[in-house]
């Protein structure tokens, strides 16, 4: 047995030393108290589980002593010892919240009994408190995970739709140029207003036309191109692609990596697009003078990229909600809401996983791990 | 150069693209017919006056897939050119496997079109070339010996 989990509360010296030896025999370690004020001191410290505590006790009182500590560490058992006259004690100290109690003078195999049962509840409680807690984990991840998926479908299909009436768009604003082309027309009245019209019309479908096919875009399966990627490589690609970026914002891009960079069998394509995407991210949320930190590890069964910034950080809000479709902090134009979503897609139908830590004010992580052979699903 | 204008027939069930996609090729002279299912391409195409088809694959009733299966068996000679939506590239690329000359994405690049539309009448117009001369040679042996 580690630390004591025991603790014995009696003024009577040669009591309570001879109780303590017994335990010792046994092999359980207690530790001792002669005032309830010590004992109060000693369960601060935190590793006791169960005390075996005297009723009658100059100062403080037992039962008092009893009711401070359900007061202040509910989940520790308290046994307590009462004189043969004073079961009223004894029962007044079970309201209180004590396991049981016994009188003195108390048979010892009784006590040790006693204080099993007590240690078993205690150990029960604390399992069932974990099991609880990890029920409410996996059925929060599994809501967002359904969510994810049906809004996810959702928007694929809200997409497929909105492409057809978008064609339809296209069309007309391209007939109307082929009109304006004609003869007859060339003298027309406000051509110049008419035309710049026309232009937004035409970069607007250009946009939308961009969101749908973003958005279908890895639903895409047959044409992806699995073969042996050299990690170090792959990210000094998708680096090299953003550090014209960072130079113009003044930040800081590096790679920090062990010299024999872990080799994975990927789709090389669609992996540089998530790090072009996270890499991204991380730039526009980084201020001038910040740095934006990529680094590699070998794992047990593959590798972990991380994308580190000392930007703003993402607030705990939002956090559940970045890996949504259309979730988006930057100014409407300027981010579509589809980039973490995407690439979550893409990471997850290679078998691998994308995490995040973030912390206001000081920076994100977010960390793509993969599998050393894509897993199909 | 005078221009030798393809006979196109649309297909798609959504009726306003059909009309403006009809007015953009006709004035870029193009002979242009819309239908707006399956079942009237296929009856449309009876009069032997189309050479290449446009058909969206996504259609209530019989849809493209379908309906190229019933081109390319009853007139075969006839190019198809598939409208597809991005996520549905795996169906497009089914189609060319059934026949179909190429595909394009929703919303679709007009210069684009026409580009493959071209290809799709060259392609027919070479195919017939080779049966014409492939029958005059048949022609030329049957009258040969007398």
Known sequence: ?377 | MIKIPTRVMIVDDEVDFVEMLSLRLKDVGEVVTGVHSGEDCLAGLESGLTDVVILDIKMPGMDGIETLKHIKQKFPLVEVILLTGHGSTETAVEGMKLGAYDYLMKPADFSDLIYKLEGARKRKDEQEERIRKAEEKLLLRKTGGM
């Open chain 1, 1 to 377: 047995m580690e630390n004591p989990s025991l603790l014995l509360v009696d003024d009577e010296d040669h009591y309570r030393e001879a109780l303590a030896r017994r335990f010792g025999r046994r092999g359980i370690p207690v530790v001792q108290a002669g005032n309830g004020a010590a004992c109060l001191e000693i369960l601060s410290r935190g590793t006791i589980e169960v005390v075996v505590l005297d009723v009658r006790m100059p100062g403080m009182s037992g039962l008092e002593v009893l009711k401070r500590i359900k007061e202040q560490h509910p989940e520790v058992e308290v046994i307590l010892l009462t004189g043969n006259a004073t079961t009223v004690d004894g029962v007044e100290g079970i309201k209180s919240g004590a396991f049981d109690y016994l009188t003195k003078p108390v048979e010892f195999e009784h006590l040790l009994g006693k204080i099993r049962q007590a240690r078993n509840g205690i150990r029960r409680a604390r399992e069932q408190k974990a099991d609880a807690e990890l029920r409410r984990q996996m059925e929060k991840q599994m809501i967002a995970t359904e969510r994810l998926a049906s809004l996810g479908t959702l928007a694929t299909g809200v997409a497929h739709e909105i492409n057809n009436p978008l064609a339809i768009i296209k069309e007309s604003a391209g007939w109307m140029r082929q009109l304006l082309q004609k003869q007859d027309l060339a003298d027309m009245p406000r051509r110049n207003d008419f035309e710049g019209a026309l232009e937004k019309i035409e970069s607007s479908i250009e946009r939308a036309r961009r969101i749908t096919h973003q958005l279908l875009g890895f639903v895409r399966r047959n044409d992806s191109a699995i073969s042996r990627i050299d990690v170090g490589r792959l990210v000094d690609d998708a680096t090299g692609l953003v550090q014209r970026e960072a130079k113009n914002r003044n930040i800081t891009l590096e790679k920090k990596a062990a010299s024999d960079s872990p080799e994975v069998w990927s789709d090389p394509y669609q992996l540089r697009q998530v790090l072009l995407n996270l890499l991204t991210n991380a730039l526009h949320a980084t201020q001038a003078g910040g740095s934006v930190t990529v680094g590699i590890e070998k794992t047990a069964d593959g590798c972990q990229i991380t994308i580190e910034d000392t930007g703003e950080g993402i607030s705990s809000e939002n956090i559940e909600k970045i890996f949504e479709p259309f979730f988006s902090t930057k100014t409407q134009g300027e981010g579509t809401g589809l980039g973490l979503y995407v690439s979550r897609g893409i990471v997850e139908k290679l078998g691998g996983r994308i995490e995040v830590d973030s912390r206001l004010g000081i920076g994100s992580c977010f960390r793509i791990i993969l599998p050393e052979f894509v897993k199909p699903k």
